[in-house]
């Protein structure tokens, strides 16, 4: 199976980057929805909700996915987009702790694409498959683009 290439629009990546140097030391964590075209994913929105946060973990809080999904419904958005789970490690590496693998496996809504990223703009990308078996692709290749026009795709 090839590596999916994951497809990310520089105003989306600083918008995580704003993110995490905002709150660091801290972590700080969301999703985000994204479209799957020819074996690649793309990502199109990333959202920051209540959580809980702290120098070691972040953990999102139930109350504020129901009200992201919330809102997104009652904007009449497609919740089903929601594939994506992004967090920091503020100024520490980037790779998976044994939280970030619990919190992975915790989504189990056939796939998911997990990122982290650091206050240096170092980040990690995997997708975890959930059915019909468990597997992990890690270290995904991220390419920044200034737009993804759907339409050529």
């Not at 929805?33 to 953990?59: M, P, W, Y």
């Not at 992201?68 to 419904?73: D, G, V």
Request: aromatic share 12%; proline share 3%; charged share 20%.
């Amino acid at each position: 199976m090839k590596k999916p290439t994951v497809y990310i629009t520089i105003d989306k990546w600083w918008e995580l980057r704003t993110y995490c140097k905002l709150a660091a030391p801290s972590e700080i964590s969301g999703l985000g929805s994204v479209t799957v075209i020819k074996n690649n994913i793309f990502i199109n929105s990333v959202f920051l909700l209540r959580q809980e946060s702290s120098a070691g973990s972040t953990d999102l809080n139930p109350d504020g996915i129901a009200e992201m999904m919330m809102e997104m419904i009652n904007a009449n958005i497609d919740t089903g987009g929601i594939k994506l789970w992004w967090h920091t490690h503020g100024n520490g590496g980037v790779f998976w702790s044994s939280t970030d693998d619990k919190t992975a496996d915790s989504f189990g809504n056939g796939w998911m694409l997990s990122i982290v990223i650091n206050t240096k703009g170092e980040y990690r990308a995997r997708l975890d498959i959930y059915e019909p078996f468990k597997a992990t692709l890690d270290e995904l290749d991220i390419e920044f683009t200034a737009d993804i026009n759907y339409a050529e795709l």
